[in-house]
C-alpha cells in the first residue's frame, strides 16, 4: 500500500502563492500517475492538475491553468503543485493522488492512493 503525505498549506492572501508537497512512501508502477484535486466545503472533489512519471506530460483544469505549476521529483518520490496568484475561490483541501500509467488522470475514481489532505484558506 502506497502512502501520500502532502504538506504545504495554509493561510494565504489573494494573489499570493503557496507551495504544495506530496510525498510517496514507494515508487512503483501504481505512482506512474500522479495528481491534485481539491475540495471546498460543500462541493465535490475537483480536478486541479496532474502528470505523468516522466513530468514531461502534465494537464491542468481550466481554472488554474497559468498559475499552478506541478512538477515531480521522482528520485525523492515527491510532486508539487506550485500556486502562484492565488484567489478567494481556490480556498479547499488539496488531495494528492496517485495511481497507475496510461491513464487520463483527470477524475478521482482512476487513482488507487490518496494523501490526508492539505487545508489552503483565503486569509483576505
Known amino acids: 500500500q502506497v502512502q501520500l503525505v502532502e504538506s504545504g498549506g495554509g493561510l494565504v492572501q489573494a494573489g499570493g502563492s503557496l507551495k504544495l508537497s506530496c510525498t510517496a512512501s514507494?515508487?512503483?508502477?501504481?505512482?506512474?500517475?500522479m495528481g491534485w484535486f481539491r475540495q471546498a466545503p460543500g462541493k465535490e472533489r475537483q480536478f486541479v492538475a496532474r502528470t505523468t512519471w516522466s513530468g514531461e506530460n502534465t494537464l491542468y483544469a481550466d481554472s488554474v491553468k497559468g498559475r499552478f505549476t506541478i512538477v515531480r521529483d521522482n528520485d525523492l518520490n515527491t510532486m508539487y503543485l506550485q500556486m502562484n496568484s492565488l484567489k478567494p475561490e481556490d480556498t479547499a483541501d488539496y488531495y494528492c493522488a496517485a495511481g497507475a500509467g496510461g491513464r487520463n488522470g483527470l477524475t478521482p475514481i482512476e487513482y488507487d492512493f490518496w494523501g490526508q489532505g492539505t487545508q489552503v484558506t483565503d486569509s483576505s
Open positions: 514507494e515508487r512503483t508502477f501504481r505512482t506512474d500517475t
